[in-house]
Each structure stands twice: as C-alpha cells, then as structure tokens.
C-alpha cells in the first residue's frame, strides 16, 4: 500500500513537471510566431511604400515632361528674358565700370591741366612784377594792365599779392600812365580781396599813395589809414569809413555822398570843392581842414569838430549840425551856417 502511494507521487509529479514544460514550449512557439508574422508584415509596408513612392516618381517625371511639352513656347520665351536680362546687365555693369574709368580719367586729366594752368599763371605773374620794376615805360604800363588780371575770382590765390604789390608800387614816383593804371589795378585788387577778408584781417594802409580817381564806392573800409594820400577826384559814395585816419589826405573834388564818415580824424585834410550830401559825419574831426565850396547838403554833423577850419563858400542846406564846434567864423560863413538845422545849439566860442 505504502509502495503504491509512492507510485502515485512520483507519476503526478512528473505529469506536472512534463506539463509545465509542455505550456513553455507552446508560449515560446506562439511568441516567436507573433514576431515572424510582424516583421513580415513591416518588410511587406515598407515594399508597398517603396512601390508607391516609384510609382509618384514616375508619375511626376512623366507630368514635369507633360508640362515641359505644353509650355515649351512660355518657357523658350522666359529663357530668352533671363537670357536679355542677364546681357543687360551685364552691359549695364560694363558701361559703369567704362564711365567710372572714364570720370577717374577725366579727373586726373583736369588735375593736370589746373597743375600746369597754375605753373603757368605763377611764371606770368613773375615776370609782371619783373616788368613793373623795368626802367621801360612800356613794359610798365604792360604789367600795370596784366595785374587787373589776377584778380579774378577763380585767381584767388594771387589777390593778396596783387593788393600788396600795387601798393608798394603806388609808393613810387611813377609817371601818369602807369600810376592811373595801378591805380586801377589796386581799385580791383581792393574788391576782390574784401570778399573774402575785411579791411582789418588784410591789415594793409593806404598811406602815402597817389590814389586820384580811384572808385572805392560801397565797399566797407573802416578803420582805413590814408594819411598823406591823395584820392583827389575820387569815387567814395556810400563807402563805409566810420573811424578812418585821413591825416592830410587830398580828397579835392572827391564825391563822398551818403559816406560813413562817423568819428573819422581828418585833421588838416583837403576837402574843397568835394560833395558831401547826406554824409555822416557825426563826432568827426576836421579841425584845420580845407572844406572851401563843400557841398554839406543835409549832412549829419552833430558833434564834428570844425574848429579853424576854412569854410568859404561852404553850403550847409538842412545839415545837421546840433553840437557841432566852429572857431573863427566870417560873417558871410555865419549866413551860409544859419541855413543849417537846430545852427543855434552849435558851438562858437
């Protein structure tokens, strides 16, 4: 019996065992059929996916030719725009480069010429200033007419050296012609020189110079030292020459209308027979001048110093001259002085 019960152990443990052992089997075998069929179905997608993708392939090669073949007349024409754009600009590129070589060009060519313009004009104006030394009247009066020359607005680097050389010239005992001439080329040399600097940035004096005739009309030359000159006959309408120095200046005949004359030194200068109309001559000094047959017609004279200066036949025809100081008077002056205006608050001690 106990044998028996043995058996009946050890047969269902090994039923057991073999059963056990049999299901293992049977998952692995389900498991590995499970991955065979789905990687069988992966390679049997990605075949089917290659096919359609050769077959889109096909299909668009087949309509890019379509269209090629439908379009071949649109196409030939929009070649041959790229092709015309393309050589246009091309050209368009090739004339730039032609006229930027060409401006460059023309640039150094005009360089060269100013360079060899200037070379020339220097070698020119040496050989004026040789000439105006000559002991020959003509090669003088020459030179005197080649200086107007140099004062050209495109010659401005010779206005300075004009103005200088005229007046270093005036100083000398020149013969007539040659004097009116420099004269003339000073009277140029003047305005050419006072567009670009004042009177005072020069820092030239006029002193000593025989300047008769010149025509200083409107410019602006204050401060301006002609002592000693003459400027007999000479145009200085509307000038500016508020404070000059004119120390024995000759302005004889001199037209000095509607000229600034304002605290001017004229001391012992000549002014007969000059025109003076509405002349401004407020505070300035003319103490021993010769104002004989001065035209004064409605001048401003207030405060001017008139003290024992010669004033026959003098017209002060509504001149101001409030404050104004005169020694000495004649009678026949007396008369002429009360057609001023406000003559009753002058000085006359």
């Known amino acids: 019996m106990k044998k028996l019960i043995l058996l009946f152990l050890f047969y269902f443990l090994s039923f057991e065992i073999y059963s056990a052992n049999k299901a293992d089997t049977i998952f692995q075998t389900k498991v590995d059929s499970v991955s065979f069929y789905s990687l ?84 020119n104006f040496s050989s004026i200033v040789k000439n105006l030394g000559s002991n020959n009247p003509s090669l003088k009066a020459s030179a005197a007419i080649s200086l107007i020359s140099y004062c050209k607005d495109d010659r401005k680097a010779f206005h300075e050296q004009v103005l200088l050389i005229c007046i270093a010239n005036l100083k000398l005992d020149l013969d007539e012609t040659t004097n009116r001439l420099l004269v003339n080329s000073l009277e140029n040399a003047i305005k050419a020189n006072l567009k670009e600097k004042s009177l005072k940035q020069l820092n030239v004096k006029l002193t000593r110079l025989k300047l008769d005739t010149i025509d200083l009309s409107g410019l602006n030359l204050e401060d301006i030292d002609l ?16 404070r000059m120095r004119g120390y024995k200046t000759n302005f004889f005949g001199a037209n000095l209308t509607g ?91």
């Open 40 to 123: 069988q179905k992966t390679k049997t997608e990605v075949l089917k996916l290659k096919e359609e993708i050769n077959s889109l392939r096909k299909n668009n090669s087949r309509n890019f030719l379509k269209y090629l073949s439908e379009n071949s007349s649109a196409l030939t024409v929009l070649v041959a725009l790229a092709g015309a754009i393309f050589t246009f600009l091309k050209f368009s590129k090739e004339q730039k480069d032609q006229k930027q070589t060409e401006s460059k060009q023309q640039e150094r060519d005009l360089e060269l010429k100013i360079k060899e313009k200037n070379i020339r004009l220097e070698e």
């Open 227 to 242: 002592a000693f000159s003459s400027l007999k006959f000479a145009n200085l309408s509307n000038t500016k020459l508020k």
């Open 259 to 349: 000229a600034n004359l304002q605290e001017a030194r004229l001391q012992k200068a000549i002014f007969e027979k000059s025109k003076m109309h509405e002349t401004n001559l407020i505070s300035a000094d003319l103490k021993y001048s010769n104002l004989k047959y001065c035209k004064f017609h409605a001048a401003q004279m207030q405060s001017a110093h008139f003290q024992s200066a010669e004033l026959i036949g003098a017209e002060f025809n509504k001149a101001d001259i409030a404050d104004a100081y005169f020694l000495n008077l004649t009678s026949d002056v007396k008369t002429k002085i009360q057609k001023a205006k406000r003559w009753e608050k002058a000085n006359y001690g």
